[in-house]
């Protein structure tokens, strides 16, 4: 089998544009109608933009290495969700707080599941599998299924409608976050760390790097960015509902996979990510627009992380 | 040297805490249930028992092989949709037995399916397994959208009803899962699983099969997923495309509890049906302890936490202390 | 039963780096050949070939006339070819009757592992190297947690005993004592009765000249002499592997006479320390000082590094530059100008699949502030680079894409970079080819001279003799003997290692 030496981001890409051009090609498509197609292309767009954040956290995890993954972002977003639009009420006074609110009981959460990973030595896999779990039955308990609560109108002006050049919020945010990222993965000493202990934890140990603190301000980080996420996906639909979170958890796993980071650790980049954010949300949408079934989407959707994944996840064999 | 006596027989005998919790478990379900040991109690315990001992099983087989099947739960969800749509109260002696043999196939072509890509495409078993309970999860909701259809009532008789020598279905199927464990743990293939999980790369060197014993463990769990997926078919005699979902994390956490480290290499399936029977009875705990209704998914949740919590409590404490 | 073996023009590529271009190799009943060659020189993917756990790209196999294709490690076993490995291939968690038995379980009628047969035969196995290990090794010990020793042992007990035709031994005398080793050599020489043929795969001269009937050198993947071991001379076999007219092994290095001593600077004072293996280690090392520590494997050398590194808890007192310290962890122990170069370079000292510049700043990025300086990093790390002569395709190339003296240059360069007052060496010549060794051992003088602390520790009794002003022998723990000067030699050095002290001795 050939060898693939396009790098994983840029194949995403190219799959995005052609998946949206196929999308043109379809009965209820664009066609040849450009404005249209702009239009649907800023939609994409934005949509991703939620996908993207959740899935950041995501990509640090998986880069930490150590079987490393967050199977509980998806019911954080929700629990933040539901915090936001509870907290916020309607008032755009509340916003900061709300917000602060919701990255605090992201990073909380993700301690939490840090200290698990970290000093209890539970598989990341099972501790935040199990504080899914926990979330999920909190959120049950304080708002018995119902919550009441409504978003504050600048929410929506900034995150969902147009903003500059007829281009919604939602998108600077998400050009602004990834550059911060960026930063921190390229730029800064927890970013070097942060690929060091997703190659090797012995090395990076033996050569001064505070392991047990890099796991614990990732998970925590981790937390954090799907705090943020809750607060600008509510802030885009303005409802809540339980599996409000849910719906990004698979998909933000696919994302990272499709954008080339090493699921075993130590390799990738968040561009990657955003790529996979874009493909994972094309194919979705795609597949609504086909009007397909839920039951054929959710098969389609999984057989194809299986094939993306076949294509770029393969490990190292032993015979050489 | 008396130290290392007990760190050899704790090594040795992984379940030994989960016995331990066992005990504990069942003694705190008694305060809340007197008649727990009673012949019906115990009977209709087993009966829900039974598909998560099941399921605990396999998972325990394809954790010792140094790998996870998070898909098993999609997979028991498919064998229930199949039973429900193609059976039905009506359905002739014959034909149930045929539809019975044909999901334990199906079973296993799935965990076949998730061996392959895990053993020869040598992708990672977390993200595959993840990915292909997706597509098992649609297509059991492409089989049955709605919950509906139907099983012959003479079958799930037979489950809830039968006795043998006096004792529910459940503690005639444990032992026989046991006898059977304990002769494959004899056989060569035994040694290789716990090789395999042990330090692949060394097996492989050592000529050990790799390949084939990993893609088996997947194949097996697929069939015990399927077993599984009768059981809870015969126990609820309907369908529903969800049914399994809940399943995944409670097999997980019923190995793991189990003494079956998710690195592999240790445990096996004495220590799964432990910690089944141990999440069964944190349920029923929970149930009858009059814990507001809403409580309750929340309180299960941090018990399983904390349960699997506990090993690394312990060993933090110990550390800390010497 | 004869058996015999040949690999006539072997060629084996990864990627694009050949390894072996035309390797060649012929073995016989009763014979054991010397497999030879430099790090990188291809002669353990020879070997790995041979017993089928690497696919040969280009040549053939020949396995008693008959050419031979092995799809896989069983298919090599079945045919009566066993290996050694350098790299052990047992399994931490199982014991050991269950390792050594592993693929060939003697089974009982009914297809099940026959337990007490494989009691009895794994008894009768261990019995060969009776009295040459320290604990009382039974069959039914958990593997992990046996010393390097004697998991070697297990791992040869494991490859004789389904009485195989053809025996690799690759780097097997790595980990092993004396004892050990002279027992090793008496099993070899009843093989060899046995009408067994060997394949010895060393570094070790001196073993090589006592056990060996023929050799074979690899140099660069190219085999450029073989031939009876009665027809050449040490001296010549290294210039085989190495191509130089006057490689020397080692350097012999300009004892710094030790007058200028009194006006040099105390950098490490140790008293009492103990951790569960050492036992009341006290001992003062000054600037520019080059102190050996030597000994049989798993005396406590390697645990001794760690503790002044900050990475293993010990109790008893450290002074480093005259001032106390207990490093709770590595970063410690690194601000106060201490490093280690570790014992296994790919699982302790690199970053495999990262660039060559990440690996060299690891423990540095925080002097380059926020956001990072780029720039100056490279320049920094361009300059370690070419002061150690570091030979690479560029900085950002994955470090696996070096060679192995390269990239232990690498994990030296990576302290270097931060001029540490106090350096700790774990082995670092182990596995490294004599070229590189070369090197290392002139960068060792020059750090001395630039007035670095040396605390050097290495399993290679000339090197230490060769290259330290002191080496303090380690036995079962404890410092057993300290010599120096006159006292020095390779008798005194060996007889410290295996407990004798220094009293009495010259």
Same mark, same amino acid.
């Given at each position: 089998?050939?060898?693939?030496?396009?790098?994983?981001?840029?194949?995403?890409?190219?799959?995005?544009?052609?998946?949206?051009?196929?999308?043109?090609?379809?009965?209820?498509?664009?066609?040849?109608?450009?404005?249209?197609?702009?239009?649907?292309?800023?939609?994409?767009?934005?949509?991703?933009? +939620?996908?993207?954040?959740?899935?950041?956290?995501?990509?640090?995890?998986?880069?930490?290495?150590?079987?490393?993954?967050?199977?509980?972002?998806?019911?954080?977003?929700?629990?933040?969700?539901?915090?936001?639009?509870?907290?916020?009420?309607?008032?755009?006074?509340?916003?900061?707080?709300?917000?602060?609110?919701?990255?605090?009981?992201?990073?909380?959460?993700?301690?939490?599941?840090?200290?698990?990973?970290?000093?209890?030595?539970?598989?990341?896999?099972?501790?935040?599998?199990?504080?899914?779990?926990?979330?999920?039955?909190?959120?049950?308990?304080?708002?018995?299924?119902?919550?009441?609560?409504?978003?504050?109108?600048?929410?929506?002006?900034?995150?969902?409608?147009?903003?500059?050049?007829?281009?919604?919020?939602?998108?600077?945010?998400?050009?602004?976050?990834?550059?911060?990222?960026?930063?921190?993965?390229?730029?800064?000493?927890?970013?070097?760390?942060?690929?060091?202990?997703?190659?090797?934890?012995?090395?990076? #140990?033996?050569?001064?790097?505070?392991?047990?603190?890099?796991?614990?301000?990732?998970?925590?980080?981790?937390?954090?960015?799907?705090?943020?996420?809750?607060?600008?996906?509510?802030?885009?639909?303005?409802?809540? +509902?339980?599996?409000?979170?849910?719906?990004?958890?698979?998909?933000?796993?696919?994302?990272?996979?499709?954008?080339?980071?090493?699921?075993?650790?130590?390799?990738? @980049?968040?561009?990657?990510?955003?790529?996979?954010?874009?493909?994972?949300?094309?194919?979705?949408?795609?597949?609504?627009?086909?009007?397909?079934?839920?039951?054929?989407?959710?098969?389609?959707?999984?057989?194809?992380?299986?094939?993306?994944? &076949?294509?770029?996840?393969?490990? #190292?064999?032993?015979?050489? | 040297?008396?130290?290392?006596?007990?760190?050899?027989?704790?090594?040795?005998?992984?379940?030994?805490?989960?016995?331990?919790?066992?005990?504990?478990?069942?003694?705190?379900?008694?305060? +809340?249930?007197?008649?727990?040991?009673?012949?019906?109690?115990?009977?209709?315990?087993?009966?829900?028992?039974?598909?998560?001992?099941?399921?605990?099983?396999?998972?325990?087989?394809?954790?010792?092989?140094?790998?996870?099947?998070?898909?098993?739960?999609?997979?028991?969800?498919?064998?229930?949709?199949?039973?429900?749509?193609?059976?039905?109260?009506?359905?002739?002696?014959?034909?149930?037995?045929?539809?019975?043999?044909?999901?334990?196939?199906?079973?296993?072509? !799935?965990?076949?399916?998730?061996?392959?890509?895990?053993?020869?495409?040598?992708?990672?078993?977390?993200?595959?397994?993840?990915?292909?309970?997706?597509?098992?999860?649609?297509?059991?909701?492409?089989?049955?959208?709605?919950?509906?259809?139907?099983?012959?009532?003479?079958?799930?008789?037979?489950?809830?009803?039968?006795?043998?020598?006096?004792?529910?279905?459940?503690?005639?199927?444990?032992?026989?899962?046991?006898?059977?464990? /304990?002769?494959?743990?004899?056989?060569?293939?035994?040694?290789?699983? /716990?090789?395999?999980?042990?330090?692949?790369?060394?097996?492989?060197?050592?000529?050990?099969?790799?390949?084939?014993?990993?893609?088996?463990? /997947?194949?097996?769990?697929?069939?015990?997923?399927?077993?599984?997926?009768?059981?809870?078919?015969?126990?609820?005699?309907?369908?529903?495309?969800?049914?399994? =979902?809940?399943?995944?994390?409670?097999?997980?956490?019923?190995?793991?509890?189990?003494?079956?480290?998710?690195?592999?290499?240790?445990?096996?399936?004495?220590? !799964?049906?432990?910690?089944?029977?141990?999440?069964?009875?944190?349920?029923?705990?929970?149930?009858?302890?009059?814990?507001?209704?809403?409580?309750?998914?929340?309180?299960?949740?941090?018990?399983?936490?904390?349960?699997?919590?506990?090993?690394?409590?312990?060993?933090?404490?110990?550390?800390?202390?010497? | 039963?004869?058996? @015999?073996? &040949?690999? #006539?023009?072997?060629?084996?590529?990864?990627?694009?780096?050949?390894?072996?271009?035309?390797?060649?190799?012929?073995?016989?009943?009763?014979?054991?050949?010397?497999?030879?060659?430099?790090?990188?020189?291809?002669?353990?993917?020879?070997?790995?070939?041979?017993?089928?756990?690497?696919?040969?790209?280009?040549?053939?196999?020949?396995?008693?006339?008959?050419?031979?294709?092995?799809?896989?490690?069983?298919?090599?076993?079945?045919?009566?070819?066993?290996?050694?490995?350098?790299?052990?291939?047992?399994?931490?968690?199982?014991?050991?009757?269950?390792?050594?038995?592993?693929?060939?379980?003697?089974?009982?009628?009914?297809?099940?592992? =026959?337990?007490?047969?494989?009691?009895?035969?794994?008894?009768?196995?261990?019995?060969? +190297?009776?009295?040459?290990?320290?604990?009382?090794?039974?069959?039914?010990?958990?593997?992990?947690?046996?010393?390097? =020793?004697?998991?070697?042992?297990?791992?040869?007990?494991?490859?004789?005993?389904?009485?195989?035709?053809?025996?690799?031994?690759?780097?097997?005398?790595?980990?092993?004592?004396?004892?050990?080793?002279?027992?090793?050599?008496?099993?070899?020489?009843?093989?060899?009765?046995?009408?067994?043929?060997?394949?010895?795969?060393?570094?070790?001269?001196?073993?090589?000249?006592?056990?060996?009937?023929?050799?074979?050198?690899?140099?660069?993947?190219?085999?450029?002499?073989?031939?009876?071991?009665?027809?050449?001379?040490?001296?010549?076999?290294?210039?085989?592997?190495?191509?130089?007219?006057? !490689?020397?092994?080692?350097?012999?290095?300009?004892?710094?006479?030790?007058?200028?001593?009194?006006?040099?600077?105390?950098?490490?004072?140790?008293?009492?320390?103990?951790?569960?293996?050492?036992?009341?280690?006290?001992?003062?090392?000054?600037?520019?000082?080059?102190?050996?520590?030597?000994?049989?494997?798993?005396?406590?050398?390697?645990?001794?590094?760690?503790?002044?590194?900050?990475?293993?808890?010990?109790?008893?007192?450290?002074?480093?530059?005259?001032?106390?310290?207990?490093?709770?962890?590595?970063?410690?122990?690194?601000?106060?100008?201490?490093?280690?170069?570790?014992?296994?370079?790919?699982?302790?000292?690199?970053?495999?699949?990262?660039?060559?510049?990440?690996?060299?700043?690891?423990?540095?990025?925080?002097?380059?502030?926020?956001?990072?300086?780029?720039?100056?990093?490279?320049?920094?790390?361009?300059?370690?680079?070419?002061?150690?002569?570091?030979?690479?395709?560029?900085?950002?190339?994955?470090?696996?894409?070096?060679?192995?003296?390269?990239?232990?240059?690498?994990?030296?360069?990576?302290?270097?970079?931060?001029?540490?007052?106090?350096?700790?060496?774990?082995?670092?010549?182990?596995?490294?080819?004599?070229?590189?060794?070369?090197?290392? /051992?002139?960068?060792?003088?020059?750090?001395?001279?630039?007035?670095?602390?040396?605390?050097?520790?290495? &399993?290679?009794?000339?090197?230490?003799?060769?290259?330290?002003?002191?080496?303090?022998?380690?036995?079962?723990?404890?410092?057993?003997?300290?010599?120096?000067?006159?006292?020095?030699?390779?008798?005194?050095?060996?007889?410290?290692?295996?407990?004798?002290?220094?009293?009495?001795?010259?």
């Amino acid at each position: 089998m050939k060898k693939i030496s396009i790098s994983p981001p840029v194949a995403a890409v190219i799959l995005a544009v052609i998946l949206f051009i196929s999308s043109g090609l379809l009965p209820n498509g664009y066609g040849s109608d450009v404005s249209i197609a702009i239009a649907q292309a800023t939609n994409i767009l934005r949509l991703s933009v +939620f996908l993207g954040i959740v899935a950041a956290g995501q990509t640090l995890i998986i880069i930490s290495g150590s079987e490393g993954i967050d199977l509980s972002s998806g019911a954080v977003v929700t629990l933040t969700a539901i915090v936001v639009y509870v907290m916020c009420n309607g008032r755009d006074s509340m916003v900061i707080p709300a917000l602060l609110a919701a990255l605090a009981i992201g990073a909380v959460i993700g301690l939490l599941n840090g200290i698990g990973v970290a000093y209890l030595k539970i598989a990341p896999l099972v501790m935040t599998l199990g504080m899914a779990g926990v979330i999920t039955g909190l959120i049950l308990v304080t708002q018995h299924g119902n919550v009441s609560g409504a978003v504050a109108p600048i929410m929506t002006r900034i995150i969902a409608r147009p903003l500059l050049f007829r281009i919604p919020g939602a998108i600077f945010i998400w050009i602004i976050f990834a550059g911060l990222l960026w930063l921190v993965l390229e730029r800064t000493v927890y970013g070097k760390n942060l690929f060091a202990i997703g190659v090797n934890r012995v090395t990076a #140990r033996l050569s001064g790097v505070n392991v047990t603190g890099m796991v614990l301000a990732t998970y925590s980080l981790a937390g954090l960015l799907a705090g943020l996420g809750g607060f600008l996906i509510v802030g885009n639909t303005g409802v809540v +509902f339980i599996s409000l979170g849910d719906t990004f958890l698979f998909p933000s796993i696919a994302a990272v996979a499709v954008g080339g980071t090493l699921l075993s650790g130590g390799k990738g @980049s968040y561009f990657g990510t955003m790529a996979g954010a874009l493909v994972l949300t094309l194919i979705t949408s795609l597949l609504t627009t086909m009007q397909l079934d839920q039951s054929v989407r959710q098969m389609i959707l999984g057989g194809t992380l299986l094939v993306m994944i &076949s294509i770029y996840g393969r490990q #190292r064999g032993f015979r050489q | 040297m008396k130290k290392i006596r007990w760190q050899y027989i704790a090594f040795r005998n992984p379940y030994l805490f989960a016995l331990l919790l066992l005990i504990l478990a069942a003694a705190v379900n008694f305060f +809340f249930e007197p008649d727990l040991f009673t012949r019906d109690t115990l009977n209709s315990n087993m009966r829900v028992f039974l598909p998560l001992i099941l399921l605990a099983v396999g998972q325990a087989i394809v954790i010792l092989g140094g790998g996870i099947d998070i898909s098993v739960g999609a997979i028991v969800s498919i064998v229930n949709t199949i039973l429900a749509t193609q059976l039905g109260t009506g359905a002739s002696p014959q034909r149930t037995a045929l539809m019975l043999v044909a999901v334990l196939f199906v079973g296993m072509a !799935a965990g076949a399916l998730n061996g392959f890509f895990v053993s020869y495409l040598r992708l990672q078993p977390i993200i595959t397994t993840y990915a292909s309970s997706f597509l098992f999860a649609g297509v059991a909701l492409f089989i049955l959208p709605a919950p509906g259809g139907s099983v012959p009532d003479s079958i799930s008789h037979f489950y809830r009803d039968t006795t043998f020598l006096g004792l529910p279905l459940g503690f005639i199927i444990i032992p026989i899962l046991l006898l059977v464990w /304990y002769l494959v743990q004899q056989t060569r293939y035994g040694r290789y699983l /716990y090789a395999v999980g042990g330090k692949a790369d060394a097996a492989y060197q050592t000529a050990v099969p790799v390949n084939t014993i990993r893609f088996s463990t /997947y194949v097996a769990s697929g069939f015990m997923a399927a077993l599984s997926g009768i059981a809870i078919t015969l126990l609820t005699s309907a369908g529903n495309a969800s049914i399994g =979902d809940a399943l995944t994390l409670s097999s997980v956490t019923a190995a793991v509890i189990g003494g079956t480290a998710l690195r592999g290499g240790v445990g096996g399936i004495a220590g !799964a049906i432990i910690g089944a029977l141990i999440l069964g009875l944190i349920k029923n705990i929970i149930s009858f302890a009059n814990i507001n209704l809403w409580w309750q998914t929340f309180a299960n949740a941090a018990i399983i936490v904390g349960a699997l919590a506990a090993p690394g409590v312990i060993e933090l404490v110990r550390r800390k202390r010497s | 039963m004869s058996v @015999s073996l &040949s690999a #006539r023009n072997i060629v084996k590529h990864y990627g694009g780096v050949v390894a072996i271009s035309d390797a060649n190799l012929d073995v016989h009943t009763g014979e054991v050949v010397a497999l030879i060659g430099a790090n990188g020189s291809g002669k353990s993917t020879l070997s790995k070939i041979i017993n089928g756990v690497v696919v040969l790209d280009g040549g053939q196999l020949l396995l008693d006339e008959k050419p031979v294709h092995f799809s896989s490690p069983q298919a090599a076993k079945n045919l009566g070819i066993s290996t050694v490995f350098q790299e052990l291939s047992l399994i931490p968690q199982m014991t050991v009757a269950e390792n050594i038995w592993l693929t060939r379980e003697p089974l009982n009628k009914a297809g099940l592992v =026959d337990r007490k047969t494989v009691n009895a035969r794994t008894e009768e196995l261990l019995a060969l +190297f009776e009295g040459t290990y320290k604990n009382s090794l039974n069959p039914d010990i958990t593997v992990g947690a046996l010393p390097a =020793d004697e998991k070697q042992i297990i791992e040869i007990l494991k490859a004789i005993c389904f009485n195989p035709r053809l025996i690799i031994l690759d780097e097997a005398t790595a980990s092993l004592d004396r004892r050990q080793v002279q027992r090793l050599f008496e099993l070899i020489a009843q093989w060899k009765l046995e009408d067994k043929a060997v394949i010895f795969v060393s570094h070790r001269m001196e073993e090589i000249f006592r056990i060996a009937d023929t050799f074979s050198v690899l140099r660069n993947g190219v085999t450029v002499g073989s031939g009876s071991m009665k027809d050449i001379s040490e001296k010549e076999l290294v210039n085989l592997m190495v191509a130089k007219e006057s !490689a020397s092994n080692v350097v012999q290095r300009e004892r710094l006479v030790q007058e200028n001593s009194t006006d040099r600077k105390v950098r490490l004072e140790v008293e009492n320390l103990r951790t569960n293996i050492l036992k009341n280690i006290s001992l003062q090392l000054k600037d520019g000082e080059l102190l050996g520590v030597g000994g049989l494997v798993g005396q406590g050398q390697k645990d001794l590094l760690l503790a002044l590194f900050g990475d293993l808890p010990y109790e008893g007192t450290v002074k480093i530059s005259n001032e106390s310290v207990h490093f709770k962890n590595t970063r410690q122990a690194i601000n106060k100008g201490v490093a280690l170069v570790p014992g296994e370079r790919s699982k302790e000292g690199l970053l495999y699949i990262r660039s060559i510049l990440e690996n060299l700043l690891l423990p540095s990025w925080g002097k380059y502030g926020f956001p990072t300086k780029i720039k100056k990093a490279v320049q920094d790390s361009q300059e370690i680079s070419t002061s150690l002569n570091l030979k690479m395709a560029g900085l950002d190339e994955p470090v696996s894409s070096l060679s192995g003296g390269n990239a232990q240059k690498v994990v030296i360069g990576k302290w270097l970079l931060r001029k540490p007052k106090l350096l700790l060496l774990d082995d670092p010549t182990k596995g490294v080819d004599v070229g590189t060794k070369a090197e290392f /051992y002139k960068l060792l003088e020059r750090l001395c001279a630039d007035g670095t602390a040396i605390l050097f520790y290495s &399993s290679d009794d000339d090197e230490l003799i060769g290259l330290c002003d002191r080496v303090m022998v380690m036995h079962d723990g404890i410092m057993r003997s300290e010599l120096k000067g006159a006292s020095l030699t390779k008798s005194n050095l060996i007889g410290a290692s295996l407990g004798a002290t220094n009293e009495g001795m010259g």
